[in-house]
């Protein structure tokens, strides 16, 4: 917990994770900014969202100054999905779910990797899911929806 605290909060451990060493892997061109040295065999290539506060990472020589406040201005305008806070109970369609989740294991690695003919195989694949109990999940999850929209604001 100490760690991701402290990746979360101290810019020169976030920078380090992200960026390398200094001086190594990268120099700084001023306080906020870096340019990447050329690539080494230790080299640094982290996915920059994938850890810790985005906030406290140096801006690459490209990128505009007021990048984190963009970023700021476009989190704070951003608005909550329709259905944030709705979660589905399938306890009463467990057998259905089962069923249809057979289906898709019978057919979706073969759609997926364009292996077999769409105009053949999802026809098929929705007439065994309908069969399967498709729509009996379609009805349930409307049903909840439907009661938990009208128990919003």
């Keep these: ?42 080299s640094y290539d982290m996915a920059t969202f994938s850890l810790g506060n985005t906030f406290l990472t140096y801006l690459k020589e490209n990128e505009p100054a007021d990048k984190w406040e963009q970023f700021e201005k476009f989190n704070a305008e951003a608005t909550n999905a329709p259905l944030l806070g709705f979660h589905f109970d399938d306890s009463n369609v467990k057998t259905e779910l089962a069923a249809v989740k057979n289906v898709k294991e019978e057919f979706m690695s073969a759609l997926y990797t364009g ?37 919003q604001e």
Aim: charged share 35%; proline share 4%; glycine share 4%.
């Design 1 to 42: 917990m100490e760690f991701l605290n402290l990746v979360n909060t101290d810019k020169y451990l976030r920078n380090l994770i992200d960026s390398g060493i200094e001086g190594t892997h990268y120099e700084k061109i001023d306080e906020n900014t870096i340019k990447d040295l050329p690539r080494q065999t230790d």
């Design 115 to 151: 292996s077999v003919d769409p105009e053949e195989f999802v026809p098929e694949a929705v007439e065994k899911m309908n069969k399967a109990g498709l729509d009996v999940v379609i009805e349930e999850a409307q049903k909840q929806l439907d009661e938990w929209l009208a128990n």
